[in-house]
């Protein structure tokens, strides 16, 4: 009994693990099946992507990847483009425009697939060829990083557009930048391609306009060495670049055997070849790397800034911090700045959102047609769809992550660290100090009159302490400043080392310390206290009897002269060091860094007003008077250094401005329409244009400042 009821047992326990296996066979049948039935139901929509892999410019490294993660993103969005799955079909052009339109072909002839869209291609010199020929399949091409001005020809490409904006659109940074360094002559070199040959045209007729002269204009094939000649014996020391990095390196080659680098020549590139992805070993030319990098040690990149702060909401949800998390993981990597197309990634993601943003709003309005249709139905004879595209991605606004854009200087190498030397914290100490100054003034005008005798002398301590340590901040900032400026401009070494803020800060301390030590003394010691001076009677004119007796209620210590003569000393020490390092840097000609001419004539207020003033202010009796004179002297010393620093800064402030004005005009029309975006957009751009300033000013970087 016992062994049947056990066996029961055991056959009832099979059955229940067989139920429970056949269960989770189904639940597994159901998973696999589901997808699979789901995926019947999806239509493919193939874009081909012009992607370089190799070339010139191999921006497919950064601009593939980011494609792919943006592809993902749709596919997973089950808002865009319902019942349609997004496929990319990458080829690599190799930056080669016959190797680009031949994949083209190729791809398009492949009836198996049709294309629906082109991506790309990176490069001019596969975008130009492709998007001549691509509008006859009636397809319409969007490229995410080529920057030829010629691509802007409506006529010769009726059906591309672009996200990222033509090289020309730089031109009016480069010449601002090259303003503000007061450089007045300059050369350019580049490469006979429509790319550069468009930009710089326009570039040498705004030069001119800017009252720039260019003193040579070399352009160059394959081997730039005697066009190198020509700007050797030009005597140039600006020079304007603008080739690709094959050529770049031919380029600096030249310039490496004619020694012209150092910091006496600076070149101005475009931003993207500026990143230096360009700086590998190269055969078929007679330097070594160490050689190349020498020369391009001293450049500016003007470039697009691409990467919008985190607090923009996309459309895609995705912030540009996300996506370059995302995209690091994807090609695993820590370092993306090392890579060929670093700022171009949020384009190449934003063009994919773009295609397939015109593709969802373009199958509704195919669904409206009578007979409606649908972009399953396209064919590369359907002119009906690719003008429903062409409008709407020509009215299409979206936040994208790169989506607006600005140009901003990029600083590599040794000037990145210069310009934020202008340093507006430094300033800020400036300023706090120029205030102790101006509130000194009002403790000093209090007296008996208005104050009980305690309050009285309460104040005369506070504006006892307020003067030296105000002297010390402004000064001692000024200075500290212009000491950095010193450091650089002494510093032979290539590689410039550049003193940080915190240590202009610590110098700025210790004379504060120093104040600070011999005011505790001064009061522990010697304090300053109400003192009755009786002056020299006075009988009254209408009548004998009465005597007048002046009794001035002064604050004063016993040794004060000892006290103040101490301070005389330090601040005189001080100015003199001051004046020493002005003299030191007068020849530094940056704007933004050289403050010698104004801390020249600082100190020479100073001096002045000290040692006349204060001599007087001594033999001053009177009260009145002696108050207007000091509190003019310290106002007088106070403004005049403050005017004399700051307002410059602001005039040049203020002439940047109607360039960062036309910058924003000219960026209007890199809509990708065509057209120029609603005055709000151009509007929100230029808030957008202030706010990136307002980022560089936070992060120390103040330019023109
Ligand atoms: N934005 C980098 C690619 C430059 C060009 O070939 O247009």
Redesign the pocket.
């Known amino acids: 009994m016992r062994g049947s009821r056990l066996h029961r047992l055991a056959l009832r326990l099979l059955l229940v693990k067989i139920e429970k296996m056949l269960l989770l066979v189904a639940v597994a049948l159901t998973v696999a099946v589901t997808p699979c039935l789901c995926q019947s139901n999806v239509t493919k929509l193939y874009l081909l992507g012009l992607f370089p892999e190799s070339g010139p410019?191999a921006?497919a490294e950064t601009a593939l990847p980011a494609a792919q993660l943006a592809v993902d993103d749709i596919n997973g969005n089950p808002d865009v483009l319902p019942g349609y799955e997004i496929v990319l079909i990458p080829r690599d052009t190799e930056?080669n425009g016959g190797k680009a339109t031949d994949i083209m072909y190729r791809e398009l002839y492949n009836t198996s697939t049709t294309k629906t869209m082109i991506i790309g291609g990176?490069?001019?010199?596969a975008?130009e060829p492709t998007a001549q020929a691509s509008h006859f399949w009636n397809l319409i091409q969007i490229s995410y990083?080529?920057?030829?001005p010629k691509l802007s020809d409506r006529l010769l490409y009726p059906r591309f557009f672009r996200l990222?904006q033509p090289?020309t659109t730089f031109n009016l940074a480069k010449l601002t930048l090259i303003k503000k360094f007061n450089w007045t002559k300059v050369a350019t070199i580049y490469e006979s391609l429509p790319?550069f040959s468009l930009t710089f045209a326009e570039f040498h007729h705004e030069a001119k306009k800017a009252g720039i002269e260019v003193i040579a204009q070399e352009t160059f094939g394959d081997d730039p060495t005697t066009q190198m000649e020509h700007l050797k014996e030009s005597g140039t020391r600006i020079i304007v670049g603008g080739f690709?990095s094959d050529a770049a390196r031919k380029v600096f080659c030249a310039a490496y055997h004619l020694k012209m680098f150092g910091a006496k020549y600076v070149w101005i590139l475009?931003g993207?070849l500026a990143l230096n992805t360009w700086l590998v070993p190269d055969d078929t030319i007679d330097c070594s790397l160490d050689q190349l990098k020498e020369v391009a040690g001293y450049q500016f990149g003007v470039n697009a800034l691409s990467l919008l702060p985190d607090t923009h909401q996309t459309l895609s949800g995705m912030t540009t911090s996300a996506l370059l998390a995302r995209f690091n993981a994807s090609v695993g990597t820590d370092d993306p700045e090392s890579l060929v197309?670093f700022a171009?990634i949020p384009f190449s993601y934003d063009t994919i959102w773009t295609a397939a943003l015109a593709l969802h709003e373009a199958e509704q309005q195919l669904e409206q047609l009578d007979p409606p249709k649908t972009l399953a139905d396209f064919t590369y004879d359907d002119n009906t769809t690719v003008q429903i595209l062409f409008d709407v991605i020509s009215n299409m606004t979206f936040q994208g992550v790169s989506w607006e854009r600005y140009s901003y200087v990029e600083l590599p190498f040794v000037y990145s660290s210069v310009i934020k030397m202008s340093s507006p914290n430094i300033n800020n100490v400036m300023l706090i100090g120029g205030m102790l100054a101006y509130v000194s003034i009002i403790f000093l005008g209090v007296d008996t009159n208005i104050a009980s005798t305690d309050t009285f002398v309460s104040m005369c301590r506070v504006k006892t302490w307020f003067l030296p340590i105000g002297f010390s901040l402004a000064f001692g900032a000024m200075f500290s400043k212009t000491w950095r400026v010193h450091k650089i401009f002494t510093n032979k070494t290539a590689m410039k080392r550049v003193v940080k803020d915190k240590w202009l800060f610590g110098c700025v301390a210790v004379l504060i310390l120093v104040d600070v030590v011999i005011l505790i003394v001064w009061e522990i010691f010697d304090p300053l206290e109400a003192v009755e001076r009786i002056g020299a009677t006075k009988i009254d004119d209408g009548n004998d009897d009465i005597v007048y007796t002046p009794i001035r209620m002064m604050c004063e210590s016993r040794n004060q002269t000892y006290w103040i003569g101490a301070f005389y000393v330090i601040d005189g020490l001080l100015l003199i060091f001051g004046a020493f390092l002005a003299w030191e840097t007068r020849k530094v000609s940056m704007p933004a860094l050289n403050d010698s001419k104004y801390i020249g004539v600082c100190v020479y207020n100073v001096l002045i007003l000290s040692f006349v003033g204060a001599p007087v202010s001594f033999i001053l009796e009177e009260r009145n008077a002696h108050y207007a004179l000091v509190a003019t002297l310290i106002w007088l010393a106070t403004t005049l250094t403050l005017c004399v620093v700051f307002v410059p800064k602001i005039r040049m402030r203020n002439e940047v401005q109607p360039a960062q004005s036309a910058l924003v005009t000219q960026l209007t029309q890199c809509h990708p329409s065509g057209h120029s975006p609603a005055t709000e957009e151009v509007q929100r751009l230029r808030q957008e244009l202030n706010k990136m300033k307002g980022h560089l000013d936070n992060l120390g970087i103040k330019y023109p400042m």
Not at 122 to 125: F, I, P
């Open positions: 410019w921006g930056c990176g490069c001019s010199l975008t990083a080529a920057s030829s990222y090289e790319l690709y475009p993207w197309g171009e």
